[in-house]
């Protein structure tokens, strides 16, 4: 039995970074929205249920419309609760299946930037938070998706704010550019092998 670790964090905060080191430590890490995606296009249920909400359309000759179903998504907060309904449940199995074929290592992980708001909160054990000034978010997503200030400052304020995730999380991760980055995961890193040790 692993322990479940929760990585997660707004736009720009550098979460994928942290994965990616606790990765480099041995640390299988499940990408959340990766996997999301992959099983949107391929899970039949997924399927199924959306093409009873939206219609056929939304699979254009088997493949998934992402413009069509982004379209509805972003309508509306329900039309988005919708949608969540269908997908969160089959990646949450997914990782739950995923942690089983994982299971011979001390610690698994998984990067979510809505895992609180989907739920995986209730099925991790520890909860790593990132987070950066909303400056340097800002700075580093515009560089990153070769967005506007004004879109990437739209994407921030649609997500949980920092404040209200720091009530779920057992570290946070300050990844500002002058705390180092690493001896903060590498501290998280040992303490959770010792959690790990007395499961």
């Not at 056929?56 to 419309?65: C, P």
């Not at 515009?142 to 990437?152: A, F, G, L, P, W």
Request: hydrophobic share 40%; with cysteine; charged share 25%.
């Amino acid at each position: 039995m692993s322990l479940k670790i929760g990585i997660t964090g707004g736009i720009g905060s550098g979460k994928s970074v942290v994965s990616r080191l606790l990765h480099q430590m041995g640390v299988p890490v499940y990408y959340s929205d990766a996997e999301s995606k992959r099983l949107t296009s391929s899970d039949a249920g997924i399927k199924s249920a959306l093409c009873e909400l939206l219609g056929d359309e939304v699979y254009k000759d088997g493949i998934l419309n992402k413009p069509f179903l982004a379209s509805y998504l972003f309508a509306s907060a329900d039309n988005a609760k919708r949608i969540e309904s269908i997908i969160h449940p089959v990646v949450k199995k997914d990782f739950i299946d995923w942690c089983i074929r994982n299971q011979q290592h001390p610690i698994v992980a998984t990067e979510s930037a809505i895992l609180i708001e989907s739920g995986f909160n209730s099925i991790v054990d520890k909860i790593i938070l990132v987070t950066a000034p909303e400056d340097i978010r800002v700075i580093r997503a515009m560089n990153r998706d070769k967005s506007t200030e004004v879109q990437v400052r739209a994407r921030i304020s649609a997500q949980m704010p920092d404040a209200a995730k720091e009530k779920y999380a057992d570290y946070i991760i300050i990844n500002d550019g002058v705390k180092p980055l690493i001896p903060q995961v590498l501290d998280i890193f040992n303490d959770c092998l010792k959690a790990a040790s007395k499961i």
